[in-house]
């Protein structure tokens, strides 16, 4: 999909452009009156909005009349118009959602929570295995889902493994075992590594499980009671408690499995609730018959969007990301249905349909994922007025100048002083911004290894120069600083705010109690006595809760820095040493220590290693 080329900010061009409407009829002069997308951009080369056209000249010059505020609102800012020509309409519809995740412009519907979504994967193998699976199917194998959440996945997994005892081994450890593993003696797979099992019955196992997968329950149930009554009849007992224990558990999937509605085969659910400027999405997956969970998901649109419009956004980018299955089912019809059911069978490469249902099953489905979403969206209220209610009392508390909408905590974490990781958090009166959490490596050399005072001056030296420095809102002022500690780190931070000349930041630490006990907590602010808040307010409630967050995001990283280091050697430090090379050596050498005690003549005749990369090697462990 060609992408325009926007001119940067200090171009001469954009400054020399005239500003809204009048910007606007400057470009419709050469405006081809084809289908296409067409980009709103102001003086700085920020995309303002993304839209697309049956005919780019006639939408265009819609704008040069703007009819609601919001629209004037961007019209004002307009100082360009780029414009990329399609083949067709649905065409310019598939171009514009990829343009408007890629941008995120500002004037957009945007789905803020979209991600892609995990999948089962069975592989093409004498003895197939099952895998988790996230990312572009390009192995040859089968997949199915998606699956709402990895959690769902596992269970699923599980499930297979205990019922039908498949492999979960990657090929290359299948190849070399030698003696079962554990999987096989707790009896969740049937040994095919080690001919426990012939190809004929795992195939026999693995054709069960995908008849499984595909919604088959009650055939595979009655096939199950026929084999246990021969396996009885044989006296062949373990067998027969073997099959009499998948009937069980494929009658505990079928009760599990209420929301199984007949008729339904590969499709999606979705129901979409709004309140003014807020929305809620909840889409239900259903897979050969199977339900396999759902998601919330938030779009973001201004209230003067209508339903219809928000539905149109959410249902474009969402399978901007993900593959539309042939059937997709909604509370209400979105703007232009017909075109965006044209681009999903364009983009799948087969007929996509979008339907309200009318009666029956899907109608009661459909009713019921609408009122979840419901459910959410008033949740999400009442979450929001809490934490409104919060900050209010932390702006009278903390003597704030104003309510604060941006939150940042900051904590350490460390071992000893090693893999140590200074973390943020941000919080606003929305809940938690995930995108803007931040994680800083301790790597000043002045810094002393488990030293937290000399950490935390390094982390918000690092980030508020940076904030000073960088426009960005991902570094924007917060309107209230909250460290995880005493008097020492609050003094610590001080330092770094009086040097950068930012001490009208508020800044308040938390350190825990006697005992470090949760509810003792005590508050130091500059030039204010410490105090405490009474066990049970809210507000200290609040206040942990945010501390805890930090507390986890810090955890977190410092456990994966720390994995890192494990699987790194000294060979991953040493100049124009890839992973080909690295490979190289340790097949020649056979480890990292026989690397480092070669000869120069020894590394030459290595594969793939020249005189000068021989040379190289050589001299980091030789100094």
């Known amino acids: 999909m060609p992408t325009p080329n926007l001119p940067t900010a200090d171009s001469k061009s954009v400054f020399d452009t005239p500003i809204g409407v009048e910007a606007i009829r400057a470009h419709l002069t050469t405006m081809p ?32 009349q703007p009819n609601n505020t919001r629209i004037m609102r961007m019209v004002a800012q307009v100082s360009r ?21 890629r941008h995120r412009p500002r004037y957009n519907i945007l789905l803020k929570d979209d991600k892609s979504f995990p999948y089962l994967f069975i592989s ?52 070399n075992r030698t003696r079962p593993c554990l999987q096989y003696q707790i009896k969740r797979c049937s040994g095919p590594c080690v001919a426990k099992v012939n190809p004929e019955e795992y195939a026999t196992q693995f054709n069960q499980a995908r008849d499984f997968l595909r919604g088959k329950h009650r055939d595979l149930q009655e096939q199950f009671a026929t084999e246990m009554e021969a396996a009885s009849e044989a006296q062949q007992y373990e067998k027969a408690a073997h099959l ?21 085969d590969d499709a999606d659910v979705i129901g979409l609730v709004r309140k003014g400027a807020r929305s ?38 969402f399978y901007q990301a993900h593959t539309p299955p042939a059937e997709i089912l909604i509370n209400f019809e979105p703007e232009e249905c017909a075109l965006i059911a044209e681009a999903l069978s364009l983009r799948a490469q087969y007929q996509v349909a979008l339907r309200v249902p009318q009666r029956g099953d899907k109608r009661a489905l459909m009713e019921q994922v609408t009122a ?42 460390h071992i000893q002083g090693t893999h140590a990781i200074g973390a943020m958090i941000v919080a606003t009166p929305e809940g938690f911004d995930k995108r803007n959490y931040r994680s800083f490596n301790i790597k000043d050399a002045e810094t002393i290894p488990g030293d937290d005072y000399a950490m935390m001056r390094e982390v918000f030296r ?22 995880d500690g005493g008097k020492g780190q609050l003094s610590s931070v ?53 501390r805890d967050e930090a507390h986890r995001f810090a955890i977190g990283n410092h456990r994966q820095r720390r994995s890192a280091s494990f699987t790194t050697s000294a060979l991953d430090d040493i100049p124009s040493i890839g992973t080909m090379r690295k490979r190289a050596l340790l097949k020649h050498f056979g480890s990292r220590a026989a690397v480092e005690v070669a000869t120069l003549d020894e590394l030459r005749r290595v594969t793939g290693i020249s005189e000068k990369i021989a040379k190289t090697i050589y001299d980091y462990f030789h100094g």
């Open 494 to 546: 001080m330092e770094v705010m009086e040097a950068l000349d930012l001490c009208d930041v508020p800044l308040v630490a938390i350190a825990k109690g006697e005992d470090r006990n949760a509810g003792r907590e005590w508050f130091f602010m500059p030039g204010i006595s410490p105090f405490q808040l009474p066990v049970n307010d809210p507000l200290l409630h609040y206040l942990q809760r945010l």
């Open 462 to 483: 690092r980030r508020f120069a940076r904030a000073k420095a960088d426009s960005n809102t991902g570094w924007a002022r917060p309107d209230l600083v909250l460290i």
């Open 124 to 175: 093409e193998h004498p003895y197939p295995r099952i895998a988790k699976h996230r990312g572009a199917q390009v192995e040859k194998g089968e997949y199915f889902g998606p699956f709402a959440s990895v959690g769902a996945l596992n269970q699923t997994t599980t499930l297979l493994q205990k019922m039908f005892l498949l492999r979960n081994c990657s090929d290359a450890i299948f190849a």
């Open 81 to 101: 118009v780029d414009v990329v020509t399609c083949g067709s309409e649905a065409e310019a519809l598939l171009m514009e959602s990829s343009l408007v995740k």
């Open 244 to 264: 009499r224990d998948r009937i069980r558990a494929l009658t505990q999937v079928q009760q599990e499995k209420r929301l199984q509605v007949s008729g339904m």
């Open 280 to 317: 809620v999405a909840q889409v239900f997956f259903y897979r050969q018959g199977n339900h396999f969970g759902h998601q919330t998901f938030h779009p973001k649109h201004e209230a003067e969007d209508s339903d219809a419009a928000v539905m149109a956004g959410f249902i474009t980018q």
């Open 33 to 64: 009156p084809a289908p296409g997308v067409y980009l709103m951009v102001n003086a700085a080369g920020d995309i303002l909005y993304v839209g697309k056209a049956k005919n780019l000249k006639n939408r265009v010059t819609s704008y040069t």
């Open 372 to 413: 979840n979403a419901e459910l959410s969206l008033n949740r999400e209220e009442m979450e929001r007025a809490s934490i409104a209610k919060h900050h209010a009392r932390l702006q009278e508390i903390f003597h704030l100048s104003q309510l604060p909408a941006r939150i940042e905590v900051y904590d350490n974490s």
